[in-house]
């Protein structure tokens, strides 16, 4: 998959727990920790969005577009 997700690197970073963050994002734990894997398969812009607002980042600083290898 080319897109990473840092979200454990955001939360490590901003001291908050992945139970306190679902409390303030209004998500489960189980779904926020499908995300924080990397598992998700999509992610909603609000949720992105209170995600963001609460650990007080860009949207960047979660996703990262690595390329993949591929051979031409």
């Known amino acids: 998959m080319a897109i990473v997700v840092?979200?454990?690197?955001?939360m490590?970073?901003?001291k908050i727990s992945l139970n306190e963050l679902?409390?303030?994002?209004?998500i489960t734990p189980a779904n926020l920790s499908i995300l924080?894997?990397?598992k998700a398969k999509a992610i909603r812009f609000s949720t992105l969005e209170a995600i963001c607002?609460?650990?007080?980042?860009?949207?960047?600083d979660i996703l990262?577009?690595?390329?993949?290898?591929?051979?031409d």
């Open 12 to 14: 490590a970073r901003r």
């Open 64 to 71: 990262e577009w690595i390329p993949e290898n591929t051979e």
């Open 36 to 38: 924080k894997t990397g």
């Open 53 to 60: 607002f609460h650990l007080n980042c860009q949207p960047g």
């Open 22 to 26: 679902s409390e303030k994002v209004g």
């Open 6 to 10: 840092n979200l454990d690197v955001m």
